[in-house]
């Protein structure tokens, strides 16, 4: 059997699609990289903003309309989220819920022998320890826990990822132990949210992080999303864990809006004095620390007010990076149940945080012109070249390195979304 696989999404998404890969290559099956070669086609959708759904139902549809010659398998967040609205327009299709990775094969064996088989609902099995196809040999995706304690209103996610289900310390410790004895130089610790790890089971993100970076072997570890209000408790020994040099100075909090009131109506269990407490914390004896956060442009509550104190909060905060989204209601979300803003307004708002957003990270990087970086290489450039990042998790560009090692450069060249630097 010949399967095609097409990952839409997060982190976590594309470590659940290394799951389904490993286990299908593992039975004997073939993984190819064109769709017309393929007999089963699996699509692991990503369901949290519309412009994302919009694409994968066009996608759906491409690869609907070539049954029965080739069989179509929908996997991720979609399958949980909308069932309906994907089988009305694919009902020919195989599921494979968010939470069900481990039935991939079963359901893309049976899809290929012409049976309709769908896997859904919130399973609790353990996805660390699990054999992944890495796409990158050199970068591990380490999935820390799965599902949220959260509830915060805008949010569609939580319905196909379910409950938090943190995972054993142990177990994730043997898995980053193999995956740099298998040569990778990043580990990447991904969930829904990061800083959520433990709250089931009592562990603790900064405990897991000590207990990685003790690992011997030259690698770093990037962390992933924080949700401001799952680090209480746990500030000040997550700033001590960031410290280690194995450890990117990389610190993704999303703050979603810069008006208390709005946070409030989002439900998101904390102030923007709360947010800013965690960042100037960690700056303060982490100075080459990179700010990363989300912001959601025009919340149902959202006025002209509320969007200006996000201004005012990025103009103080001047995050290095941000991604700015949107608003649009989502299947099952709290939110959805209000009138969305006029588009036009939302439009305009985007734009103008967009431009902020750029000219910071403009005059930040611009800073670093000619200063010496130590990059840790991992990929090859689409168009050329190598990349790879610095301890703030900044992308450099170099001309010619090896991948895999540590190289030092100089930053010839700033922009506001890479460096290029060359070889000292």
């Not at 991939?104 to 992944?132: C, M, N, Q, W, Y």
């Not at 319905?159 to 994730?172: D, H, M, N, T």
Request: net charge positive.
């Amino acid at each position: 059997m010949k399967v095609y696989l097409e990952t839409f999404g997060c982190t976590f998404n594309q470590a659940d699609s290394q799951i389904m890969v490993a286990s299908i290559k593992k039975a004997g099956h073939e993984i190819v990289q064109f769709t017309d070669e393929a007999e089963v086609l699996i699509l692991n959708s990503c369901y949290v903003k519309l412009p994302t759904e919009q694409k994968i139902i066009n996608r759906i549809k491409t690869i609907g309309s070539l049954y029965p010659l080739k069989k179509l398998v929908v996997a991720g967040c979609m399958v949980d989220i909308d069932p309906e609205k994907l089988d009305r327009i694919a009902p020919q299709a195989s599921w494979i819920g968010a939470r069900q990775i481990n039935s991939a094969l079963e359901v893309v064996e049976a899809a290929f022998k012409g049976e309709i088989k769908r896997k859904t609902g919130h399973s609790h099995d353990i996805k660390a320890g699990l054999p992944k196809k890495r796409f990158n040999p050199l970068v591990h995706v380490l999935q820390i826990a799965e599902g949220c304690q959260g509830v915060c209103t805008y949010c569609c996610t939580r319905l196909a990822r379910g409950k938090l289900q943190s995972y054993p310390e142990s177990i994730l410790t043997l898995e980053a132990e193999q995956a740099v004895q298998d040569g990778c130089v990043e580990l990447q610790l991904t969930a829904q949210d990061t800083a959520a790890y433990g709250k089931d089971t009592g562990y603790k993100l900064s405990s897991l992080i000590k207990e990685i970076t003790s690992i011997e072997g030259n690698f770093r570890v990037r962390v992933g999303m924080m949700h401001p209000h799952s680090m209480a408790g746990d500030v000040e020994a997550l700033r001590e864990s960031f410290k280690d040099e194995k450890v990117y100075k990389f610190l993704h909090l999303p703050i979603q809006t810069g008006n208390n009131q709005v946070l409030k109506d989002m439900n998101r269990g904390h102030t923007v004095e709360n947010f800013k407490d965690i960042v100037f914390k960690f700056r303060k004896e982490i100075p080459e620390l990179s700010l990363a956060t989300d912001v959601i442009v025009g919340y149902p509550t959202e006025d002209n007010n509320a969007f200006q104190d996000t201004l005012d909060l990025v103009h103080d905060i001047q995050p290095d990076f941000l991604h700015i989204s949107k608003y649009r209601h989502r299947p099952g979300a709290i939110s959805s149940r209000l009138n969305e803003i006029d588009h036009r307004a939302m439009k305009k708002r985007s734009r103008e945080l967009n431009e902020l957003k750029t000219e910071i990270a403009y005059q930040k990087n611009q800073k670093l012109l000619n200063s010496i970086q130590n990059i840790l290489i991992t990929d090859k450039g689409s168009k050329g070249g190598y990349l790879g990042r610095n301890y703030s998790y900044k992308t450099v560009i170099v001309e010619d390195a090896t991948l895999g090692k540590l190289v030092q450069v100089r930053i010839i060249e700033a922009k506001s979304t890479y460096l290029r630097g060359e070889l000292v």
